[in-house]
C-alpha cells in the first residue's frame, strides 16, 4: 500500500529526494571548492574516469537545477573529489541531521552514516557476506604478523649467546608458529564456506599461499596440511 503524507504532515517531512539531491549537492560544491577547482575542473576529472559529466550538470546540480541524480554519477563524483559515495550522502559534520527514508524524521547524520555502511546494524536487516570478509580481513593480518614474528624468532634463536636466550627464541617462535597455523587453518575453512555460499573469497597473498588446496576436498577435516 502506497503511503501518503497528509497536508499537515507536508512541513514535517520535506520532500525526501530534494533533501538527499541537495545533501549530495551541498557536499560537492564545499569539496570541489575545499580543492581550488573549478565546475570544469571537476567535469574534466570525471571525464578522465571514464564517465563523463559535464560542467553544465555540475553546475544545475550544484544549484538545485538538475531534476535527478544517478547513482552512477555519485561513485564516479565522490571519486572524483577524493572521498567516498557515503560521504556525499550524509555528510557528517556538515549537516547535523538527515532524512534516511521517505516519511521518517530526521536523524544525526553520524547515525545516518554508520546505518547506511553498516557499521550500525539495524534489527533485521541482512549484511550478507560483510562480516565473513571482515573476519577473513582478520584472520589475513593475524596470520600475517604470526608468520613475520616467528621469522624474527627464528632469527633471534640463531643469534643467540646463550642457551637461555636460544631456549626463550625457541618458545617464541613455536608460539607464533602455532599461531599462524591456526590463522591459515580457520581462513581454509572460511574460503570453502564464501565458496559454498557461491562466493569468491578474497585474494591471498603470496606468504599465505598454502591455505588454499590446490584442489579443495570436502572431506578433509584436519589441519596437518597446513
Wanted: with cysteine.
Amino acid at each position: 500500500m502506497t503511503q501518503r503524507r497528509s497536508d499537515d504532515e507536508e512541513d514535517d517531512f520535506p520532500e525526501w529526494v530534494d533533501r538527499v539531491q541537495a545533501n549530495v549537492a551541498g557536499e560537492v560544491r564545499r569539496r570541489r571548492k575545499e580543492m581550488g577547482w573549478s565546475a570544469q575542473d571537476l567535469a574534466d576529472r570525471c571525464e578522465e574516469l571514464g564517465h563523463p559529466i559535464p560542467r553544465n550538470v555540475i553546475a544545475n546540480m550544484e544549484s538545485g537545477r538538475r531534476a535527478g541524480l544517478p547513482l552512477v554519477d555519485v561513485l564516479v563524483l565522490a571519486a572524483a573529489l577524493e572521498t567516498y559515495p557515503a560521504c556525499l550522502i550524509f555528510p557528517v559534520g556538515y549537516i547535523e541531521e538527515a532524512q534516511e527514508l521517505p516519511f521518517q524524521r530526521l536523524v544525526p547524520t553520524w547515525d545516518a552514516l554508520r546505518r547506511f555502511t553498516g557499521e550500525q546494524e539495524v534489527p533485521g536487516h541482512d549484511l550478507g557476506l560483510v562480516p565473513d570478509f571482515e573476519a577473513h580481513t582478520s584472520l589475513v593480518r593475524t596470520a600475517l604478523a604470526a608468520l613475520d614474528e616467528e621469522e624474527q624468532a627464528r632469527f633471534a634463536a640463531k643469534a643467540a649467546t646463550s642457551r637461555a636466550q636460544q631456549e626463550e627464541a625457541e618458545r617464541k617462535r613455536t608460539a607464533y608458529a602455532d599461531q599462524a597455523t591456526s590463522a591459515k587453518y580457520h581462513l581454509r575453512y572460511l574460503r570453502r564456506d564464501l565458496r559454498d555460499d557461491g562466493a569468491t573469497p578474497p585474494d591471498l597473498p603470496p606468504a599465505l599461499h598454502d591455505v588454499d588446496p590446490p584442489e579443495w576436498a570436502p572431506d578433509t577435516t584436519t589441519e596437518e596440511s597446513l
